[in-house]
């Protein structure tokens, strides 16, 4: 997971052109957006990332930063 590929996307993207990324990426098509990730599961990762930080964004009023924080929170309480 790097930040700065999924600060991109929440800079540059919508979330509906995000959902079509992913539902790319699992269906084996290409994307139709540039999505930055060594492979496919990293640029997953990325696009999933972004979805859930916009929709907290959208949901909370929170600025990015603090969007990320609360994503990394729960992405280190899922593997822990």
């Known amino acids: 997971m790097k930040i700065p590929a999924i600060k991109k996307l929440v800079e540059t993207q919508q979330v509906d052109a995000l959902m079509e990324a992913e539902a790319a ?7 139709q957006i540039e999505v930055d990730g060594d492979d496919e599961g990293e640029q997953l990762t990325h696009i999933l990332a972004a979805i859930w930080i916009l ?24 593997i822990s």
């Open 25 to 31: 990426i699992i269906d084996e098509q290409p994307l």
């Open 55 to 78: 929709n907290h964004m959208q949901d909370t009023g929170a600025d990015f930063k603090t969007s990320l924080r609360e994503y990394t929170k729960k992405v280190r309480v899922s």
